[in-house]
């Protein structure tokens, strides 16, 4: 989009009307060097989201997205995790050809995929959080692990 504006916040202290801090503009009245690269950084953000939320579409439209249904074990129980969605691999193999190519010139197939193979990562993170629990005790309890000699 050609019409991404860049604001500030004026009553942040961070803008000060010094010759010695970075300007905002350069001499020919254009972006300065910093404040050009933040604002690239920027529109590539946004054309980054951009592509992600057409992407995304493409598998809504081929009604391939469905509720995650995520219990995740924390502290010796099966805590549901809410709000999230994935994408059913059986619906996704099922598409006709047509459908399936369709999602690929959308780009939606790579962001299908890793989702896909990125699921298999929750237990990993409910075996980090058992490992930090345990850490946890541990420090609450530091005489636990002090040999002693009789």
């Known amino acids: 989009r050609d019409d ?9 202290g961070l803008i000060v009307n010094d ?10 009245g254009q972006l300065a060097g ?27 439209d081929a009604k391939v997205i469905e509720e995650w249904p995520l ?3 924390y502290n010796d129980q099966k805590t549901p995790v809410t709000g999230l969605y994935r994408v059913d691999e059986a619906k996704l193999n099922a598409l006709s050809d ?4 369709k999602l690929r010139k959308a780009g939606s197939l790579a962001i299908a995929y890793g ?14 959080s058992a490992v930090h629990q345990a850490e946890k005790n541990r420090s609450a309890n530091p005489n636990d692990d002090i040999l002693s000699f009789q």
């Open 4 to 12: 991404l504006i860049l604001c500030v916040n004026e009553d942040s």
């Open 19 to 28: 010759n010695s801090a970075e300007p905002f503009f350069d001499n020919q």
């Open 98 to 101: 047509d459908q399936f190519l």
């Open 71 to 73: 219990k995740i074990q």
């Open 115 to 128: 989702q896909l193979l990125s699921m298999g990562n929750v237990r990993v993170f409910e075996k980090l």
């Open 34 to 60: 910093p404040v050009q690269k933040i604002m690239d950084f920027l529109s590539q953000i946004e054309q980054n989201r951009a592509m992600t939320r057409q992407a995304v579409s493409g598998l809504a």
